[in-house]
């Protein structure tokens, strides 16, 4: 036997160490990026169907609009700073009328989806008793909020409200702080008709809007 045959053949596998290491950094990867996925949904989902619990009353319906009915309605909390023009706004100075709120960021495409909707049975109420305010939640300034409402025409204003401050205000299950854009209608006593933890199109904001409008 030569000398040649004779010599260890060194194998082609890579040693078992290199091996475990690169499994230990592809798991990392693919961690940070399920945690990266996670962080996305939760910083803009298209909502849900609950607010977390909380004795609110409300009665969910099949297309994801919750009511309450008119006796065993709670009052909106207090809602009132600066608008992103910087005025001063109170939502109690709106009672009388049928409050629609709506919680809303530029960052949101769910947000972007239904704006023109809005922007249109806004204006078709606007002589009927009704009064949209937005609440703008997580835009680190004003000047992204203000260029979307410029882009789809909002013509009522929006309280600003970028640490989400004033959603917290509301009693336990009735907003979900993650349900980013969501929906409430307040009645003539400023107190919560019905709700929408997801996005919404012109029909079911008619939904929401039509039935408290109409009530005496």
């Known amino acids: 036997m030569s000398a040649a045959s004779r010599a260890p053949q060194r194998s082609k596998r890579a040693p078992q160490s290199s091996r475990r290491a690169t499994r230990v950094r592809r798991r990392a990867t693919l961690a940070a990026g399920a945690a990266a996925t996670a962080l996305l949904v939760s910083a803009?989902?298209?909502?849900?169907?609950?607010?977390?619990?909380?004795?609110?009353?409300?009665?969910?319906?099949?297309?994801?609009?919750?009511?309450?009915?008119?006796?065993?309605?709670?009052?909106?909390?207090?809602?009132?700073?600066?608008?992103?023009?910087?005025?001063?706004?109170?939502v109690a100075d709106y009672k009388g009328?049928?409050?629609v709120l709506n919680v809303w960021g530029s960052w949101c495409n769910p947000c972007r989806a239904e704006a023109k909707y809005f922007a249109k049975v806004s204006k078709d109420y606007a002589g009927q008793g009704v009064q949209f305010v937005g609440i703008n939640t997580r835009d680190g300034s004003t000047t992204a909020a203000l260029a979307f409402?410029?882009?789809?025409?909002?013509?009522?204003?929006?309280?600003?409200?970028?640490?989400?401050?004033?959603?917290?205000?509301?009693?336990?299950?009735?907003?979900?702080?993650?349900?980013?854009?969501?929906?409430?209608?307040?009645?003539?006593?400023?107190?919560?008709?019905?709700?929408?933890?997801?996005?919404?199109?012109?029909?079911?904001?008619?939904?929401?809007?039509?039935?408290?409008?109409?009530?005496?």
């Open 97 to 99: 009328k049928v409050v």
């Open 149 to 216: 409402e410029e882009d789809f025409g909002i013509p009522y204003p929006s309280l600003y409200d970028p640490t989400g401050k004033l959603m917290l205000r509301f009693e336990k299950g009735t907003l979900n702080p993650q349900a980013v854009p969501s929906t409430l209608v307040l009645d003539r006593d400023g107190k919560i008709a019905a709700r929408s933890l997801t996005a919404l199109d012109e029909k079911r904001l008619l939904k929401m809007l039509e039935p408290v409008v109409a009530e005496k």
């Open 44 to 90: 803009c989902t298209s909502g849900g169907t609950s607010g977390g619990g909380g004795n609110t009353n409300f009665v969910v319906g099949k297309d994801g609009i919750s009511t309450v009915a008119a006796g065993k309605r709670v009052a909106a909390p207090e809602l009132s700073g600066e608008t992103l023009e910087g005025k001063p706004l109170d």
